[in-house]
């Protein structure tokens, strides 16, 4: 197969690492991708959401399969380009169609889905600028802290915890008066404050039958002890230790089960990845939100992890017989440390040269951020490079990750020296 690989971050170069190693890859292009993606295919010029370049590309190049990786060109209908083409209609599109894509575009649609197919979630309501009059008696009435969510796309910056009615109805007159996270909080979900343990999991699915791949568990904040900005994921570990057979026996029966269901009752076609995220209150499962693709930094962890091969799985997507493919997990612990810029999650540094990459020995250097300059590698983003280990304890993987992310310079470097401790 020759496949096209949209995307330019840490998932797409694991995504891009991992495909390699199938028989089945014949040729992986990656658009646009970064130096880490070029290590295993050929990267194109082409902007994530230039849905006529990717045709181009695609008669040109005999592109069988198509994968992918961000959400903004799924939301904005991607897949749907394709079907709606007759010269690109049977070449495969991994990743939903902009229908099923809008559980991540919009959290409105993703509460609605889930309060109708009753799967757990915050209780909340919905309000736009001609209610929110009606959104501040709400916030009123409501327990604090409140969460006020802009109900789309918003780059993970969308979400607000309050403390304070105050502030919570400042920020709510900000968000739909004066567009603070610009069309994205044109509405805005007012949601009840969860409390507990937050993970991710990860479910592939051709629209029938589906796979649930490991799960992990990300950290956010830019500070170690989980204090701090958050930020895209500053690390990411896998299995979770407290996702034991009996919580991921819930998950399964009342989240996934559910969601898969709901999708086929609702006439949704889904072909691709469903990111769950949890939070685990006393061991009772809760949907936070859905993505409609695999997250970051979380790829890094949960990839290495997946023994199979991964192109015939996405096969059995494309073709509608996932259920006959073999998904076979490791028992090893994967995680990863992801290295920032100076400044990040604020204005952040770049165009900073990026020096031992050869000496990282027993992790994997997944590119994020980066850009080649002749013979050198730069900084480009906040978030720079993910760095995995795969050992047989989660304690050998977190001191070989942060081992090697150490190995690494460039101005300004940052990495947390504490991802997954907690779980210790």
Not at 77 to 99: A, K, T
Not at 302 to 310: A, M, Q, T, Y
Not at 319 to 348: M, Q, R
């Amino acid at each position: 197969m020759n496949i096209l690989l949209i995307g330019s971050g840490g998932r797409e170069s694991a995504f891009a690492w991992k495909l390699t190693q199938s028989p089945l890859c014949q040729q992986l292009f990656i658009a646009p991708g970064n130096p880490g993606t070029a290590q295993f295919g050929t990267n194109i010029d082409i902007k994530v959401t230039d849905f006529e370049g990717h045709k181009a590309f695609t008669l040109a190049n005999n592109i069988d399969m198509v994968l992918v990786g961000p959400e903004e060109p799924l939301v904005k209908g991607i897949h749907d380009f394709f079907l709606n083409d007759e010269q690109l209609r049977n070449i495969p599109v991994i990743g939903p169609q902009q229908e099923g894509a809008q559980l991540e575009g919009s959290k409105d649609f993703s509460k609605q889905f889930m309060n109708r197919h009753n799967i757990p979630t915050a209780a909340s309501k919905t309000f736009t600028e001609a209610t929110l009059q009606e959104g501040l008696t709400y916030l009123a009435t409501a327990g604090l802290p409140i969460v006020l969510k802009a109900d789309g796309l918003a780059a993970g910056k969308g979400v607000l915890i309050c403390t304070s009615l105050e502030e919570a109805q400042q920020e709510l007159t900000e968000m739909l008066t004066m567009a603070k996270f610009g069309e994205a909080s044109a509405k805005v979900v007012i949601e009840q404050f969860l409390q507990g343990i937050e993970l991710s999991v990860f479910v592939l699915s051709d629209g029938t039958n589906y796979k649930v791949l490991p799960e992990a568990k990300d950290y956010k904040r830019i500070g170690e002890g989980d204090t701090g900005l958050n930020t895209g994921g500053m690390g990411s570990v896998s299995p979770v230790p407290f996702a034991d057979k009996v919580f991921m026996d819930k998950v399964h029966e009342r989240v996934i089960i559910p969601t898969v269901e709901g999708l086929k009752k609702d006439n949704i076609p889904y072909k691709g990845f469903i990111f769950i995220g949890l939070i685990s209150c006393d061991g009772e499962p809760f949907v936070i939100e859905y993505n409609c693709r695999m997250g970051d930094p979380e790829t890094e962890s949960v990839l290495p992890r997946i023994e199979s091969d991964l192109a015939d799985l996405l096969k059995g997507v494309a073709e509608g017989n996932l259920d006959t493919k073999e998904l076979i997990i490791s028992n090893k612990f994967a995680a990863t440390v992801v290295c920032v810029a100076g400044g990040y999650p604020g204005e952040y540094m770049k165009n900073d040269v990026i020096t031992g990459l050869e000496n990282v020995r027993g992790s994997i250097a997944f590119h994020a951020g980066t850009y080649a300059d002749g013979d050198d590698i730069k900084t480009s983003g906040g978030r720079v490079l993910a760095i995995t280990s795969l050992q047989d304890t989660m304690f050998n993987a977190l001191q070989q990750a942060t081992l090697d992310a150490s190995r690494i310079y460039y101005d300004g470097k940052y990495f947390r020296k504490d991802i997954g401790f907690d779980l210790l």
